[in-house]
């Protein structure tokens, strides 16, 4: 009894796993699928997209999901599949809000997630679909996680 996760047995938590459906959303040829929470009205075009640590997954945002989408607005947490390169991630974000048929979207990201989101910001600045970023923890430089000599083997 004493080894459930208090956050999973939290009454919030099964309040948003009971009212807020999982979807796997595979949008490209990699068949490899998008976590996605999908919460508030699907009229709204330009909701709130959530990008999760590395660590995290797409219910780490379960109360964003709940509080904001009970306050009338859309928020769509993801939960991404692995990718190679930052383009690749892009360019598969990119698939997902089409698929979703969303115009611009507003980006919270954490860390890795808030990363990611300034990339998709910058790939697409000529013709823009992030209409906001929303950054926490995050970094523009990936240099200081390469290997140096000084790193243990």
């Known amino acids: 009894m004493g080894d459930q996760d208090p956050i999973t047995a939290s ?9 807020i459906p999982q979807r796997k959303i595979v949008v490209d040829k990699s068949n490899q699928p ?13 909701p709130l997209v959530c990008l999760p640590p590395v660590c995290g997954t797409a219910d780490v945002f379960f109360k ?3 509080a904001l989408s009970q306050a009338g607005y ?12 930052v383009e690749e991630f892009c360019d ?7 698929h979703l048929e969303l115009d611009k979207v507003h980006i ?3 860390s890795l997630g808030a990363f990611l989101a300034q990339k998709v910001a910058e790939q697409t600045f000529k013709s823009p679909r992030v209409h906001s970023l929303l950054l926490c ?5 990936t240099t200081a996680f390469k290997q140096t000599k000084s790193a243990k083997a």
């Open 74 to 85: 859309r928020v769509i947490s993801v939960e991404y599949p692995v990718f190679w390169s």
């Open 108 to 110: 919270f990201g954490a």
């Open 11 to 19: 009454e919030g938590y099964k309040r948003f796993r009971s009212s």
């Open 64 to 66: 964003q999901l709940l």
């Open 137 to 141: 923890n995050g970094f523009v430089d």
């Open 34 to 46: 998008w976590v996605v929470y999908d919460a508030g009205p699907r009229h709204v075009h330009s």
């Open 92 to 98: 598969g974000f990119l698939k997902l809000i089409d």
